[in-house]
């Protein structure tokens, strides 16, 4: 039946064959090879020693910086990837309002983070540990402290100014996926729901705007999930690598760690197989509450 199927359609298979094969060679094969290789002991010079869910176990019970990654991971995640999330999609929609103009400008200001690339760098100079840093040159200069505080270096401040600078760069691709799909929308859905009995701007966005954005809602959880769990770039920037008792340590930065450092490239996988399960699992769970909206 299939068979039958793909020779009537044979003209359709043929054009999506390129993407396929692209997509299947680096995405798919990659992340089955990475499952594969994280139940070895492999170090890039010997042929792999298989040693099964070895790795998963010491991961787990035996790795107390693993551990200590976790908990920032989800942490990072629990607290920039909600709050970045409605940040994009509310300011989209308040930009929205505006002329279009304005409205360019406007994108263009909230975007600039995102799109400067290392532009979190300005960030070290406001939070540097001496008193030529801004903060502490502030509070010094009104007796607010008495010595400049260790801000980068004292593990009880590193979390914080990670998660704040993290979500001062949120503003990036969902954010535009949001203003497209409201620039996108069906100006009669709104005049076909005022007939039916939507009376204020809320039910319209209950109702009406989050229901026909569902994609771009999809799309942008997706990017904001990724980077809330893949965070590692800001983190060594800001606290070092590795981080004062491992207070800004992510699983990324362990997978680098191993990866990069130690070329323990089973351990390594077993890794990026955990973080992939993360990722995948919260990937579902916002999948399913988006079919909820409207209803």
């Known amino acids: 039946m299939l068979w039958k199927e793909i020779k009537q359609s044979k003209a359709l298979y043929a054009m999506i064959a390129p993407y ?5 060679t680096f995405t798919v094969l990659p992340v089955v090879l990475s499952l594969l290789v994280s139940l070895t002991n492999f170090n890039m010079l010997e042929f792999p020693e298989w040693v099964g869910w070895r790795n998963y176990a010491h991961l787990f019970v035996r790795d107390d910086v693993f551990l200590i990654a976790l908990k920032n991971t989800l942490l990072f995640a629990a607290v920039t990837g909600p709050i970045s999330y409605i940040a994009c999609f509310v300011l989209a929609w308040v930009i929205n309002e505006l002329s279009a ?3 360019a400008f406007a994108t263009l200001v909230f975007y600039a983070p995102a ?4 532009a979190y760098i300005v960030w070290t100079l406001l939070f540097s540990n001496d008193s030529y840093g801004y903060i502490n040159a502030f509070l010094l200069k009104w007796k607010l402290i008495l010595e400049p505080i260790l ?6 401040y590193i979390m914080t100014i990670i998660i704040v600078v993290q979500l001062w760069l949120s503003l990036g691709t969902s954010f535009l996926a949001f203003i497209a799909g409201l620039q996108s929308l069906d100006k009669t859905l709104f005049e076909a729901g005022s007939i039916d009995g939507i009376r204020n701007r809320w039910q319209e966005l209950w109702y009406i705007t989050l229901p026909s954005m569902r994609p771009m809602l999809l799309f942008g959880a ?3 999930i990724t980077a809330s769990f893949a965070v590692a770039e800001v983190a060594v920037a800001l606290a ?10 992510t699983i990324v930065t362990h997978l680098m760690d191993y990866g990069s ?3 323990e490239m089973g351990y390594a996988s077993a890794i990026a197989t955990v973080l992939f399960a993360m990722m995948l699992g919260s990937n579902l769970i916002v999948r399913k509450a988006l079919t909820k909206v409207g209803e």
């Open 20 to 24: 396929f094969i692209i997509f299947f």
């Open 115 to 118: 799109l400067s690339g290392s």
């Open 261 to 263: 450092i130690r070329f």
């Open 222 to 224: 997706v990017i904001q």
């Open 151 to 156: 801000w980068l270096k004292d593990p009880q």
């Open 101 to 103: 103009k304005l409205r």
């Open 240 to 249: 070092g690598f590795p981080s004062v008792q491992y207070a800004g340590h």
